[in-house]
C-alpha cells in the first residue's frame, strides 16, 4: 500500500530522514517508535502530502481513503454542533446527504424522471455507510467521554483537548482505508483509551500509530518500525520482539561502529604522518578519500543509546502511617457546580495509589487539594504527620523556564542549607554530568526534561509524590525509566496518568472517581480491571418479570399472595405469558432472522476469501476486498442483533 523509496528529508542544516526505504502492506498494523523528535510525524506529513521530499518518492497503491487528525480543529460555522461536526468526517457524505434530500422533494412533488438518478446517489450514499453513519459518530463520541446532552452543544464551546477528542471520533467513525493516528492518547484519559483499544481492535482496514503508549502498541500493532538517527528500521513482530530485536541490533551496529572508527583512526594517523612528505603524498591522498568515503557512510547510533540516563529517587524522610485523608470533602469553582462531591478515602504511607476517571471529574482538581494548591468548598483534608508533598503537574515542562541552564534551573529550587557539594551529588543522581549542567532547559529531550523536574522535585526531600500525567511527554525509554524508579521508591505515590501499561506496573491500588462517586480498590489495576467487569456485569443484569407470584400490595404484600388459590395463580402466569407473547414472537424472528443471514453471510464470506486466496486471471483484488470488509460489517451487525435479541428473550421466557 505505501512503498517509501530512498526518502530523504532535511530542515534547514538538519538532516531528519536520510535514504529511508521500508514498505507497509495493506491490512497491516504497524506500530511507528523513536524518540521525541526524530521523524515520526515527518513520516505522517509525507503520506498526507503535507510535507515534500528533497529525495526519493513515496508510492501510495490503490487510492486508499486516508483518515487522520488535525492538530486544530475548527467548526464550519460558530452553530456547528459537536454531533454535526463529528458527522462531517467522511469526506462527501454532507454533500450527497443534501443531494438526496433535494431528489426526494423532486419526487415528492411527481418528477419521476429523476427516479434513476436518486438510486445512482441512494447507492452511493449506502456506500459510504450513511444510513449507519449517525450511529457509529454516537458510540465513538461516547466512547470517548462525551454525554448525550452535550451531543447538541456547539463544537465551538468545547476546550482544545476535547475538540481533539471529537476529531478522533469523525476519524474513527469515517472508517477509512488507511488510518493514521498520531498520539491517539494523549488527550484521553484511562477509560477513553481502554474504549480506544477495543474500538480499533476491530477495525480491519491498514492502521499506522505513532505512539509511546505500550498497552496500544502491544494490543493493536504486529509491525514495527522504528524512527532513529535519521533512518526507518522494519522490525517484523510486535512490540516484545522488537524490543528484544532492537538490542541485538544495537550490539551489531555498535561492533561495526567500533570497527569503523578503529580503521578510520589507522588511516587519520598515516594521512597526518605523511602528507607533508613527497615520495608518500600520493598514498595519503589515497587514503584521505577512503576516510572522506567513511565519513559519508558513518554509522551513527540510535539516539536513544546516546541520550540514555539514570533516575534515582532518594531516600523518604520519616512520616506518620497516615499519609492523607479526607472526609466528606466537596469542592466547587464557581460556588454552585460541584467538581467533587461528598470525597472519602485515606492513603497510608509505603501505598502507591493511581487516580482513575473520566477527565472532568475532578482528578486534577483533588491533586490540588492535596498539595495545598486549592482549598476544599467543604469538608476534611487533612494531611498526616511530617509529610511533604512534592506535586509534578501536568504542565511540568512548561514549568521550567527554557532559557535557563539545568544547573540554574535545578539551583533555584534548592532549600536553604543545602551545600555544593550535596547539590552537585544529586545532579549526578539524576544523570546529568559537567557536560549536561550548562545545557539550556529548552534543547533537552522529554526524557532530560522530566529527569530536571524531578531533580527539582527531590531537591525539596518530598516524601508523598503527587504526578499528574508524568509519562506525557516521555517516549517508551523515558517511559520505562520512570516506571523503574517509581517501583523501587520506597515513599508513597498518589499519580495520574493515561498509560494503562504504567498504571498496571506502578500502582499497588487504585481509587475510582465516577459520576456516582468514589470507590477504592486494594489491588493493583488488573484486580480494578476484575472488579469493575463484574460490576458492569451486574448493572446490565435486569430482573426477571415476577411470574409465581400474585402481585403484592405496598400495606401487605404476604397476605394479599395468601388469598389466591392455585386456579387463580394458573391464570395469572396465563395472563402474564400472554402479554409478553407479542415481544417473544419478535425476538424469536429477530434471532431466526440473524441465524439465516449469518450463515449465508458465511457462506459469501467463504467465497470471497477463496477467491482472494486463489486467484483467477480475471480476478479485481479491490473489488473483492471491499466486498469481504461489507461481508465482515454485516456479519458483526447481524452478530449483535442476534446476541441482543437472544440475551432479552432469554431473560423475558426464564
Known amino acids: 500500500m505505501l512503498d517509501f523509496q530512498n526518502i530523504s528529508v532535511h530542515y534547514g542544516h538538519q538532516d531528519v530522514l536520510t535514504n529511508v526505504s521500508f514498505r507497509v502492506n495493506k491490512g497491516e498494523r504497524v506500530g511507528v517508535v523513536g524518540p521525541n523528535g526524530s521523524g515520526k510525524s515527518t513520516l505522517f506529513k509525507i503520506i498526507l502530502g503535507e510535507l515534500s521530499t528533497d529525495h526519493g518518492e513515496l508510492i501510495i497503491e490503490e487510492k486508499p481513503t486516508i483518515g487522520s487528525t488535525r492538530q486544530h480543529p475548527e467548526p464550519d460555522t460558530p452553530e456547528e454542533s459537536l454531533l454535526e461536526y463529528a458527522m462531517r468526517g467522511v469526506p462527501g457524505f454532507c454533500e450527497l446527504e443534501a443531494k438526496m434530500k433535494a ?15 436518486y438510486g445512482e446517489v441512494q447507492t ?7 444510513y449507519d453513519l449517525e450511529t457509529r459518530v454516537k458510540v465513538a ?7 448525550v446532552e452535550e451531543f447538541s452543544k456547539p463544537f465551538a464551546s468545547f476546550s482544545g483537548g476535547w ?30 483509551v481502554e474504549w480506544l483499544q477495543r474500538y480499533l481492535k476491530l477495525y480491519r482496514g491498514t492502521l499506522m500509530l505513532i505512539s509511546h503508549d505500550r498497552y496500544l502498541l502491544k494490543s493493536l500493532t504486529n509491525i514495527i518500525v522504528e524512527v532513529d538517527a535519521c533512518t526507518c528500521t522494519r522490525y517484523e513482530g510486535d512490540l516484545d520482539w522488537y524490543l528484544r530485536e532492537r538490542e541485538v541490533r544495537y550490539q551489531h551496529l555498535l561492533a561495526a561502529k567500533e570497527n569503523q572508527d578503529h580503521h578510520r583512526e589507522q588511516l587519520q594517523r598515516f594521512v597526518d604522518r605523511f602528507r607533508a ?16 568515503k567513511i565519513d559519508e557512510e558513518r554509522i551513527v547510533l540510535p539516539k536513544r543509546y546516546t541520550r540514555s540516563g539514570r533516575l534515582r529517587l532518594a531516600e523518604p524522610p520519616p512520616s506518620g502511617i497516615e499519609m492523607f485523608r479526607c472526609e466528606n470533602l466537596f469542592f466547587s469553582y464557581d460556588g454552585v457546580k460541584n467538581v467533587l462531591h461528598d470525597v472519602t478515602f485515606n492513603i497510608a504511607r509505603g501505598d502507591k495509589v493511581a487516580l482513575i476517571g473520566y477527565n472532568g471529574l475532578g482528578k486534577t482538581t483533588l491533586m490540588r487539594i492535596i498539595a495545598g494548591t486549592r482549598q476544599p468548598t467543604a469538608g476534611k483534608a487533612v494531611l498526616g504527620h511530617n509529610v511533604v508533598c512534592g506535586y509534578l503537574s501536568q504542565e511540568f515542562a512548561e514549568t521550567i523556564p527554557p532559557d535557563l541552564t ?4 535545578a539551583k533555584n529550587a534548592i532549600p536553604p542549607g543545602m551545600n555544593e557539594k550535596n547539590f552537585r551529588n544529586q545532579l549526578g543522581a539524576f544523570g546529568f554530568d559537567e557536560n549536561d549542567v550548562e545545557k539550556p532547559a529548552g534543547v533537552l529531550s522529554g526524557g532530560e526534561k522530566i529527569r530536571l523536574a524531578f531533580l527539582r522535585l527531590f531537591l525539596q526531600c518530598p516524601n508523598f509524590l503527587l504526578l499528574d500525567e508524568p509519562t506525557t511527554h516521555l517516549d517508551l525509554d523515558g517511559r520505562r525509566l520512570l516506571q523503574e524508579a517509581l517501583q523501587k521508591y520506597k515513599g508513597t505515590i498518589l499519580l495520574v ?20 462517586g468514589v470507590r477504592t480498590f486494594p489491588g493493583g489495576y488488573d484486580y480494578y480491571s476484575e472488579k469493575k467487569a463484574q460490576r458492569d456485569e451486574a448493572a446490565k443484569t435486569v430482573s426477571p418479570p415476577v411470574t409465581n407470584r400474585a402481585p403484592q400490595s405496598v400495606g401487605n404484600p404476604t397476605d394479599e399472595a395468601q388469598k389466591l388459590t392455585p386456579k387463580e395463580l394458573r391464570q395469572q402466569r396465563a395472563a402474564e405469558r400472554a402479554k409478553i407473547a407479542p415481544r417473544v414472537k419478535e425476538l424469536k424472528k429477530r434471532v431466526e432472522t440473524a441465524e439465516r443471514k449469518l450463515e449465508e453471510l458465511q457462506a459469501a464470506l467463504d467465497t470471497a476469501s477463496e477467491e482472494l486466496f486463489n486467484p483467477k486471471p ?3 483484488f479491490a473489488e473483492v476486498n471491499r466486498q469481504v470488509r461489507t461481508i465482515q460489517f454485516e456479519i458483526d451487525r447481524y452478530t449483535a442483533d442476534w446476541e441482543e435479541a437472544a440475551e432479552e428473550l432469554e431473560r423475558i421466557t426464564s
Open 406 to 409: 539545568v544547573y540554574r534551573n
Open 497 to 516: 496518568s493515561h498509560d494503562i501499561e504504567f498504571v498496571r506496573a506502578v500502582a499497588t491500588s487504585i481509587i475510582e472517581i465516577t459520576r456516582e
Open 124 to 130: 452511493e450514499f449506502e456506500h459510504l455507510g450513511g
Open 141 to 147: 463520541l461516547g466512547g470517548l467521554g462525551f454525554s
Open 618 to 620: 480475471t480476478t479485481n
Open 163 to 192: 475538540r481533539m477528542r471529537a476529531e478522533l471520533s469523525r476519524v474513527l467513525a469515517s472508517e477509512p482505508d488507511l488510518l493514521l493516528l498520531d498520539e491517539p492518547s494523549n488527550y484521553l484519559d484511562l477509560p477513553a
Open 103 to 117: 431528489l426526494e422533494v423532486r419526487l415528492d412533488a411527481g418528477e419521476t424522471a429523476v427516479l434513476k438518478e
Open 277 to 292: 612528505q613527497a615520495t608518500k603524498a600520493a598514498q595519503a591522498q589515497s587514503r584521505q578519500k577512503l576516510i572522506d
